[in-house]
DNA sequence: CTGAATCCCTGTTGATACTG
DNA sequence: CAGTATCAACAGGGATTCAG
């Protein structure tokens, strides 16, 4: 399916683009995968906080626990003292790296020619 | 620049993907952006707001202004009763075609194996 | 001490009006 | 028709507290 030719025969509804939003919507959920796409091994919760800036603990969390009901990250706790959960990316969420990537190829090439006034 | 090669050392302000965030991150950025590119011409707030689906007035008014601040669009006001104002994606919007088929596509791909319980 | 849950606050977004 | 105003709901940050 091409962007074009679709006008106005696809619904909103039906667009897999809308899909696409509910997980990667919001302000955290790109530089997350992105980050884990990257390390590409279990990262412990501290070091992945760390890694993606100055997210907070509350929205980490909220949103580790949501890509792995979706599939795209495994959570893995050891039950040792100091406590230890490891993060992972999985198959499925390594699959991102491509789209995630064209992304930021976009914003490389583009991005100077954006008008930042707005910010 | 790839996504990897890039381990720890880029920092999450440096990376491209992060000033991405700020255009795209939202609900409603991307179906606007997408429904302007595929339509490629000039098209009314009703209309667009009809194709986009079920976006209220306020946020398509406020999503079409910051696009318009960036360049991605162009907003042109008619002196009529009634009002008409034509909105367009504008050049540099439309190189964002490309990318968003990535996302289009990933989500045809891979979507069905994302477990929606979480929805 | 790490990971995470809770309370409180703020800014954004949604719903439903109403105005030019 | 296009946009605004008002109010309600939610996302997200900061600090604190809790469990292991």
Do not use: H
């Not at 039906?14 to 919001?26: E, K, W, Y």
């Not at 390390?39 to 909220?62: C, H, N, S």
């Amino acid at each position: 399916m091409t962007l074009k030719n679709q006008q106005e025969t696809a619904s909103a509804s039906t667009c897999p683009m809308l899909q696409f939003i509910d997980l990667i919507a919001g302000k955290w959920a790109i530089p997350i995968l992105y980050r884990l796409i990257v390390m590409d091994r279990p990262v412990r919760f501290g070091e992945l906080q760390r890694a993606v800036g100055t997210i907070t603990q509350k929205e980490l969390t909220r949103q580790l626990r949501a890509f792995e009901q979706r599939g795209l990250v495994r959570r893995t706790v050891y039950a040792e003292v100091p406590p230890r959960v490891e993060y992972q990316i999985t198959a499925l969420g390594s699959t991102l790296q491509q789209p995630l990537q064209q992304l930021a190829g976009w914003m490389e090439r583009y991005g100077d020619q954006l008008n930042r006034s707005a910010s």
